[in-house]
């Protein structure tokens, strides 16, 4: 008899993450049970989700009732939580009630959509002098749920963390990067000439599928850094320039620049923050997993209407 598949909850299911991990999971033969919340039934990307078979309950992260019935007969929990711009504590809050729903429900297993290892930022990087007040709140509150996974009592955790995301550079997350759909000039804390990492969530996604098939195998207990390119910004923008059919350009921001400008553009700190991603994100390490990642300039190939709806 063939093993039932394990029955999914996707947080941000609508996000780019969760929306990738859907696809594959529905794609499964046979197609995965994937259950999730969304705030809206008739959003596009839920309109999407319900054709792909996903059942839906309307709620958001705060709805506790709706989480909780939408966690009904699931066994595993995918996790990928943001930050609240208005209550910087409440990212802990949300992942802190849906683990304890989840725990309830019967979930067995979680896999953790992080961030870049605060541990090995901190090696290179002052996050407390640097950063945006944003990215710190961020950062920390992801260490501290990174912690209560590791420390709970799951069958089974995996912990992912993307490096800076290729879906970036296109809308509605383009909107990080003000002035560069518009003038065409990437104005960013990044260094000339220094390879920076680039991930597609599509291979996140990738790599939590394979979790999710081996509870018990070679991701189990694991946190894995995830680069599918290493690009300098000029690299970058070549690539992106070719595909939009425009003249697109680098302009660096100074690490002066940065201080003066980041209580007034959160956004801005990122740059130095992925250039320190650079240090200890490797696409030689991801490339040993055997996953088979794409480069940039595929991930504009497959996302052709997105850049041409960007920048046209």
């Not at 929990?77 to 711009?85: A, M, P, Y």
């Not at 950063?131 to 420390?151: D, R």
Request: charged share 25%; aromatic share 8%; glycine share 8%.
């Amino acid at each position: 008899m063939a093993t039932q598949p394990p029955t999914i909850f996707l947080t941000s299911a609508t996000g780019s993450q969760g929306l990738n991990l859907a696809r594959l999971l529905r794609s499964q033969s046979p197609p995965w049970p994937v259950h999730a919340t969304v705030r809206s039934l008739t959003s596009p990307a839920a309109i999407e989700l319900a054709s792909l078979g996903v059942s839906l309950t309307r709620g958001s992260w705060d709805d506790l009732p709706a989480i909780s019935s939408s966690l009904q007969s699931c066994t595993a929990l995918f996790l990928n939580l943001v930050i609240d711009f208005t209550d910087f504590s409440h990212e802990l809050t949300q992942a802190r009630n849906i683990l304890s729903l989840a725990k309830t429900a019967g979930v067995k297993q979680v896999v953790y959509s992080s961030a870049a290892a605060l541990a090995s930022l901190e090696e290179h990087f002052d996050v407390d002098k640097d950063g945006s007040p944003v990215m710190v709140a961020s950062l920390k509150s992801k260490q501290v749920i990174e912690e209560e996974i590791k420390n709970g009592t799951w069958d089974s955790w995996t912990i992912l963390r993307g490096a800076n995301f290729m879906e970036n550079m296109l809308d509605p997350k383009v909107a990080m990067y003000p002035g560069l759909k518009e003038s065409g000039v990437l104005r960013v804390a990044f260094k000339p000439g220094e390879k920076l990492p680039f991930v597609a969530t599509a291979d996140i996604a990738k790599f939590a599928l394979e979790a999710f098939k081996n509870p018990a195998g070679r991701l189990q207990g694991k946190e894995v850094n995830i680069v599918g390119d290493e690009l300098t910004p000029e690299e970058l923008m070549e690539l992106l320039g070719k595909a939009a059919g425009r003249e697109m350009r680098f302009q660096e921001v100074t690490d002066e620049e940065v201080q003066r400008e980041k209580e007034n553009n959160p956004f801005i700190t990122a740059g130095l923050a992925v250039r320190v991603m650079g240090r200890f994100m490797k696409k030689e390490e991801t490339e040993n997993w055997g996953m088979g990642l794409m480069g940039f300039e595929e991930f504009l190939k497959r996302n052709e209407d997105g850049v041409k709806a960007t920048y046209s």
